[in-house]
């Protein structure tokens, strides 16, 4: 039950940054992504992003930040075993089940509710 508890408060914090980002500065949505991202490679690369997420499990995995994280994390192995060419390669090949996913669940959202451009 604990585990539970630490997953929601860690994940709404992130909820609650990123809405805060959207309210009270001028960045785009976009914006908002790239800089999440970004900073879960940041914190995966100095060693603090781990920790949390041995704290806080699916709350620090799920959310945008976790998948930079794991774009760091399987670079990182990939340049332990295959050189730096592994630099390129290890984030995607970490990452490509979660990137598939966003394809196919994106192309089915589209068959279903027929996209419309943004005006």
């Known amino acids: 039950m604990l585990m539970y508890l ?3 408060l860690v994940g709404g914090a992130f909820c609650l940054l990123g809405e ?7 960045f785009s949505p976009a914006r908002i992504l790239v800089l999440y991202i970004t900073a879960g490679v940041a ?3 100095l060693g603090l992003y781990g920790p ?17 994280h ?3 994390q399987g670079s990182i ?6 050189g730096w060419l592994g630099a390129f390669t290890g984030g995607l090949t970490a990452t490509a089940g979660g990137i598939a996913a ?4 994106g192309y089915l959202a589209a068959l279903l509710f027929r996209p419309q451009p943004k005006d």
Not at 53 to 67: D, E, K, N, Y
Not at 77 to 82: D, M, N
Not at 102 to 105: I, T
């Open 20 to 26: 805060l980002l959207i309210l009270k500065t001028k």
């Open 52 to 68: 949390l997420v041995s704290f806080a499990g699916a709350g620090a995995t799920v959310p945008l930040t976790g998948f930079g």
């Open 6 to 8: 630490k997953a929601f």
């Open 77 to 82: 192995a990939a340049v332990q075993e295959k």
């Open 70 to 72: 794991a774009l760091a």
């Open 43 to 45: 914190l995966s690369a």
């Open 102 to 105: 966003a394809v196919f669940f």
